[in-house]
């Protein structure tokens, strides 16, 4: 079946699954809860604990504040979790990319695999995710924070995929010398004005080469359309939500998440509270004029209802296929009540059930999208990598 005609019925089965989401809320039992909840194989695309670990924090400690430790992810039963190996702007500025790529990199493979074998391992493809959660492991995957860490180099890109990044997320707030961002549009300091440079194509084709998932949040809307007509693997948003509901320049509009969804693609739900919100977006805008050099108050916290109004969303106009998890977890400083951190999985499972979708509808956002999606970009590696 073509890829149009599978988002055609992806389209039909929505409206099955928004007709069900009309019904009334019917009462759900903590037994339902867990069954439905441990059944699913969760995959949480972007998770920034990893800024903590590489300066010393042990994730098998218990007590912290953060969002995120081994003995919560056990209790939100967590199957997988994306690692941020984040390189901030400064990096960008000072050449040193490539470097705290690095030392990221490490800090996932060695604080975090290394220290705790038993209860996680590396996992580098689909099958290998699935074969973690039949051992009872959290499959820890790797996923670069900002393009600038390969420093315009195609060989640092093909570096860090053999030490295990699989995806990479091609700007984060600045715009770098090859892809724009939301963040500054297009900053002239680039070298070029917006969307994709020549380079630029060039990454994303070697993305598709290797089976590096191309990941479009950050991106400028310009941006994200190259990359789309460009990319020969479905692409996704590692961490993005809708526009239509917060209108922030880092979440995606209903003509893109339909547009990804038709390659393949999938929205994973950021949880920032101020991307969930159009209250608690408007409450850091007006936080950051007043105060746009000094540290940032908390916006107020948005709610679990807010998450569920983002997938709903999704779910009318692109399908169930079409939406999956990426939290944000200890990268922001500010989550929604009900989700204040990675042991509250639980509870959207609960309020999703009680939205009216069934275990198999959850078993697709929680993790078998983005499965479906690993394995057409591993697929897509193979075909360009055997081609005569």
């Known amino acids: 079946m073509r890829l149009v005609q599978r988002f055609a019925l ?7 699954v928004s007709a069900n989401l009309s019904a009334a809320k019917r009462k759900i039992s903590e037994a339902e809860v867990q069954s439905v909840h441990r059944a699913a194989l969760l995959i949480d695309t972007h998770n920034d604990v990893t800024s903590a670990t590489v300066d010393g924090f042990d994730i098998g400690s218990t007590g912290s504040k953060r969002h995120t430790d081994l003995t919560r992810l056990k209790a939100g039963g967590v199957g997988a ?5 984040y390189a901030a702007a400064e990096h960008a500025a000072a050449r040193t990319s490539a470097s705290r790529a690095l030392q990221m990199i490490d800090t996932i493979r060695t604080d975090i695999v290394g220290r705790y074998p038993n209860d996680f391992v590396l996992a580098t493809s689909a099958e290998e ?15 670069i ?20 990044v699989r995806y990479m997320t091609l700007t984060h707030t600045n715009t770098n010398s090859w892809a724009g961002s939301s963040g500054d549009t297009g900053s002239p300091a680039s070298g070029h004005r917006d969307g994709l440079t020549d380079f630029g194509r060039q990454v994303v084709a070697e993305m598709n080469r290797l089976g590096m998932m191309v990941d479009i949040s950050h991106v400028s809307d310009k941006t ?50 101020a991307f969930l919100s159009q209250r608690s977006a408007g409450a850091d805008r007006a936080a950051r004029n007043a105060n746009p050099a000094g540290e940032q108050p908390a916006p107020p916290a948005a709610t679990l209802e807010d998450v569920v109004a983002h997938i709903n969303h ?14 944000d977890y200890d990268g922001t400083n500010s989550m929604p009540a009900g989700l204040d951190d990675v042991s509250q999985f639980p509870n959207l499972t609960r309020a999703l059930l009680e939205e009216g979708y069934s275990a198999a509808d ?6 078998g999208n983005t499965l479906r999606l690993m394995r057409a970009v591993e697929r897509t590696a193979v075909r360009l990598t055997n081609k005569p």
């Open 362 to 367: 959850i078993r697709k956002i929680y993790g």
């Open 129 to 143: 995710i699935e074969a973690a959660g039949r051992r009872g492991q959290i499959a820890a995957l790797i996923g």
């Open 10 to 16: 992806a389209i039909a089965c929505a409206s099955l």
């Open 81 to 85: 979790v994306f690692f941020a190996a």
């Open 314 to 327: 999704v779910v009318k106009i692109a399908g169930p296929g079409a939406v999956g998890i990426g939290s």
């Open 224 to 273: 994200f359309w190259e990359v789309l007509e460009t990319s020969r693997a479905p692409v996704f948003a590692s961490y993005s939500s809708c526009r239509a509901i917060c209108n922030v320049a880092r979440n995606m509009t209903d003509e893109m998440i339909q547009a990804m969804a038709k390659k393949g693609g999938v929205i994973q739900i950021n949880f920032y509270s």
């Open 145 to 164: 924070e900002g393009g600038h860490a390969i420093e315009d180099s195609l060989r640092l890109l093909r570096c860090f995929y053999a030490l295990g």
